[in-house]
């Protein structure tokens, strides 16, 4: 039953007046006459030399460029903005950026994320490409970890089908993490918060032969007792125990070649935080006790990864291979009636192995006319184990047959081949071309039950086109078509031979943008307008009867929006950023449900925006005060497809303040200082009408920090 037949006028409303401002703000930016003369990274603008933002070069497009000369919407985070915010999680980076949320979802495997209207189906494949260093991770169980010894993070929005190829199709996120150094250094840092919450960092890097091999080693540590009530049992829901290791070395063979190795190890050991049953009419209600699991929940993880990237940097061509492996292994125990009497137990084992091989060749950055071409494969393997046995009444599993078991079985072999070229028009205008074909084959056998076996090929040609115009140095005016593939993939078994099956999903993302600097540099932005046009949007859902997490397509969804991006400096030691994402989220078809239409898409945000500042105060020769303010609002979101069940806006505030010398630092800090809470995953009538599962986040925290370099 379609519960709203009304649009939302007064958002569309809101949005059309937001567009407008924005086109406005763009324009006269564009046209300030500072702008001819501004010269980014030089200051040449009177009185404005000292407090220029530094410049910051992105790889997006596969080769290194200026964040203003890339005709991409970007979200760009150097290291300095990542110390003084404190940021380490995937979540905490997308906090900052328009229109993406990043979220733990069910477990520490199972990301919850969306951007730009598009939210990740749980089971299924990420919106968004994730590389580190080159090396694009192979399955969403291995995104969220810790990147607590990164130098920098690129969040680029919209369709990257071209360059990054399937589940590109929301965006993708470029991590590169800190290099070896030709010197010895280091760092130790610890900090101490609320729920006694320890948290550990240290770093080591230095050459074994100096300019030739060159090594840096990296590992956290944190140990948590939780926020979150269990009321059944009285211990703490959220507990948890995290390490992460990770190794590289860089040999530097010549002049020319170069060779990168990495290695990761992490291990979780958290609450595994089930689900509480919750009714619609205390959906946004989070101080009463509705976390009444009887068991005490584990949710255990490591993760294996190593990878080598071989480059060569040539006159006239640049070559390189990036070769990775993964592993995950995961076991999630806890409840499955989440009530306090003892009914259902349930143990979800997840195991993924995958091997992948890119190749590039490209030409010279500075050439009039730059290619680049290349080729993907990945082999992947997954296991996906979920058994229900009944509780004996202890927490534990009862003899005798169990009250539901899936074991799956899936693999993944997948290749595709993609090509770019720009070609300088005029001096001050680009050309860009790009296409990419994936192909990806999958099958699915549940061991449980005979004749489960089936298999599909997943198949898109993801082409691109772009203009790109820089009347001047420090502006650029851009236009883009490009599409994006997200792949499909087979619910369990259990859910029924009929939704076995999910098609992949396709978008369509028409673009207009500018971005730039004025004032010498002082300030930059960045402005944009898209449509976004979905097929086979994938919709996820879980049913009691049978049990089941399954997949679904919407037909066709609509997302038009908007985003802004501006950095003042307008002093020295002070710098304010703002972000404001739009979206006016639709569905436009659905066979399964027509009296969806025109409803807004499940947890796409209508709205974000974000705004923080942070100011460094000398106090003597060698000491200074750093202080950061950071605060988001989001929009309400609904979870079904009938817009039945909503989570209002929401908004969080960070703080910190530190004392800061060359080799150490030591202060405060507090993120979510309200204590605001949300469902970071949930699911609109799972247990029937009205009776809801949510999984809540975590309340603020606060503590402690020190830090010491050398």
């Known amino acids: 039953m379609k519960l709203f037949e009304m649009k939302d006028r007064a958002h569309r409303t809101s949005l059309r007046r937001g567009v407008a401002a924005l086109l406005a703000a763009g324009t006269a930016l564009a046209g300030m006459p500072a702008l001819a003369q501004a010269d980014m990274g030089t200051g040449s603008a009177a009185g404005s030399g000292d407090y220029v933002l530094e410049e910051i070069t992105v790889t997006a497009r596969k080769r290194a460029e200026s964040?203003?000369?890339?005709?991409?919407?970007?979200?760009?985070?150097?290291?300095?903005?990542?110390?003084?915010?404190?940021?380490?999680?995937?979540?905490?980076?997308?906090?900052?950026?328009?229109?993406?949320n990043i979220n733990a979802g069910s477990g520490a495997g199972y990301p919850n994320i969306m951007v730009r209207g598009l939210a990740q189906a749980q089971g299924g494949e990420a919106p968004i490409a994730v590389v580190v260093d080159g090396v694009q991770i192979s399955q969403p169980a291995f995104i969220n970890r810790d990147y607590g010894d990164v130098a920098q993070v690129e969040v680029l929005r919209g369709p990257q089908g071209s360059l990054y190829g399937r589940n590109a199709i929301g965006g993708a996120i470029n991590i590169t993490t800190k290099q070896p150094t030709n010197e010895l250094s280091g760092m130790v840092k610890a900090s101490y918060g609320v729920a006694d919450t320890v948290t550990l960092d240290a770093s080591?890097?230095?050459?074994?032969?100096?300019?030739?091999?060159?090594?840096?080693?990296?590992?956290?540590?944190?140990?948590?007792?939780?926020?979150?009530?269990?009321?059944?049992?009285?211990?703490?829901?959220?507990?948890?125990?995290?390490?992460?290791?990770?190794?590289?070395?860089?040999?530097?063979?010549?002049?020319d070649w170069t060779l990168d190795l990495r290695g990761s190890y992490g291990k979780d050991k958290l609450g595994g935080l089930s689900a509480e049953v919750v009714n619609t009419a205390d959906w946004n209600d989070f101080?009463?006790?509705?976390?009444?699991?009887?068991?005490?929940?584990?949710?255990?993880?490591?993760?294996?990864?190593?990878?080598?990237?071989?480059?060569?940097?040539?006159?006239?061509?640049?070559?390189?291979?990036?070769?990775?492996?993964?592993?995950?292994?995961?076991?999630?125990?806890?409840d499955a009636d989440f009530m306090a009497a003892p009914m259902l137990l349930q143990h979800v084992e997840l195991g993924v192995e995958a091997f992948t091989q890119e190749v590039r060749l490209s030409s010279p950055s500075n050439d009039r006319f730059r290619w680049l071409v290349g080729a993907f494969y990945q082999n992947r393997d997954t296991t996906n184990f979920l058994d229900i046995p009944f509780d004996d009444g202890t927490g534990n599993p009862a003899p005798g047959p169990l009250a539901v078991s899936s074991h799956d079985v899936g693999t993944s072999k997948s290749w595709a081949g993609f090509g770019s070229a720009s070609y300088d028009i005029l001096p001050s205008l680009e050309l860009t071309v790009g296409a990419r074909y994936d192909e990806d084959k999958r099958t699915s056998i549940d061991e449980v039950f005979a004749?489960?076996?089936?298999?599909?090929?997943?198949?898109?040609?993801?082409?691109?086109?772009?203009?790109a115009w820089k009347p001047s140095r420090d502006l650029n005016l851009y236009a883009t078509?490009?599409?994006?593939?997200?792949?499909?993939?087979?619910?369990?078994?259990?859910?029924?031979?009929?939704?076995?099956?999910?098609?992949?999903?396709?978008?369509?993302?028409?673009?207009?943008?500018?971005?730039?600097?004025?004032?010498?540099?002082?300030?930059?932005?960045?402005?944009?307008?898209?449509?976004?046009?979905y097929d086979n949007q994938q919709l996820f859902f879980i049913i009691a009867n049978p049990p089941s997490q399954n997949i679904v397509n919407i037909d066709q969804t609509r997302v038009r929006g908007a985003e802004l991006e501006l950095t003042v400096r307008p002093a020295e030691g002070l710098q304010i950023?703002?972000?404001?994402?739009?979206?006016?989220?639709?569905?436009?078809?659905?066979?399964?449900?027509?009296?969806?239409?025109?409803?807004?898409?499940?947890?796409?945000?209508?709205?974000?925006?974000?705004?923080?500042?942070?100011?460094?105060?000398?106090?003597?020769?060698?000491?200074?005060?750093?202080?950061?303010?950071?605060?988001?609002?989001?929009?309400s979101v609904y979870w079904d497809a009938?817009?039945?069940?909503?989570?209002?806006?929401?908004?969080?505030?960070?703080?910190?303040?530190?004392?800061?010398?060359?080799?150490?630092?030591?202060?405060?800090?507090?993120?979510?200082?309200?204590?605001?809470?949300?469902?970071?995953?949930?699911?609109?009538?799972?247990?029937?009408?009205?009776?809801?599962?949510?999984?809540?986040s975590t309340r603020g925290v606060y503590g402690v920090e020190a830090s010491y370099r050398f």
Do not use: C
């Open 67 to 100: 964040l203003v000369e890339v005709p991409e919407a970007i979200t760009a985070f150097d290291e300095r903005r990542i110390e003084t915010a404190g940021l380490r999680s995937l979540g905490e980076f997308s906090a900052m950026t328009p229109n993406i």
């Open 204 to 255: 080591l890097s230095g050459p074994i032969v100096e300019d030739k091999v060159l090594f840096r080693l990296a590992g956290s540590y944190k140990d948590t007792d939780g926020r979150i009530t269990n009321q059944t049992s009285g211990l703490k829901a959220d507990y948890g125990e995290s390490s992460f290791a990770s190794g590289r070395l860089i040999f530097n063979l010549s002049e």
């Open 287 to 334: 101080k009463p006790g509705y976390f009444v699991n009887d068991p005490r929940q584990s949710d255990e993880r490591e993760i294996w990864d190593v990878s080598a990237k071989l480059d060569f940097e040539g006159d006239y061509l640049s070559f390189s291979s990036i070769t990775g492996f993964s592993k995950l292994d995961e076991l999630q125990k806890g």
């Open 451 to 467: 004749n489960s076996d089936v298999a599909s090929t997943f198949t898109s040609f993801q082409p691109k086109v772009q203009m």
């Open 481 to 533: 078509y490009g599409e994006g593939f997200g792949s499909g993939g087979f619910n369990a078994y259990i859910a029924g031979p009929s939704a076995r099956r999910y098609d992949a999903q396709t978008a369509k993302n028409y673009e207009v943008g500018l971005k730039g600097a004025v004032l010498g540099g002082t300030v930059t932005y960045g402005a944009s307008l898209f449509q976004v046009d």
């Open 577 to 635: 950023a703002a972000g404001l994402g739009l979206t006016d989220p639709e569905i436009r078809a659905f066979a399964l449900d027509p009296s969806a239409v025109g409803n807004r898409t499940p947890q796409a945000t209508k709205y974000t925006f974000n705004l923080n500042g942070d100011y460094t105060m000398p106090l003597t020769a060698d000491l200074d005060l750093r202080a950061y303010a950071g605060y988001r609002r989001q929009s």
């Open 642 to 696: 009938a817009n039945s069940l909503r989570t209002g806006p929401k908004d969080f505030v960070d703080l910190r303040l530190f004392l800061d010398t060359e080799s150490w630092s030591a202060g405060v800090f507090a993120k979510n200082i309200g204590n605001t809470q949300y469902p970071t995953q949930a699911a609109a009538h799972a247990l029937g009408p009205d009776m809801h599962l949510r999984i809540p």
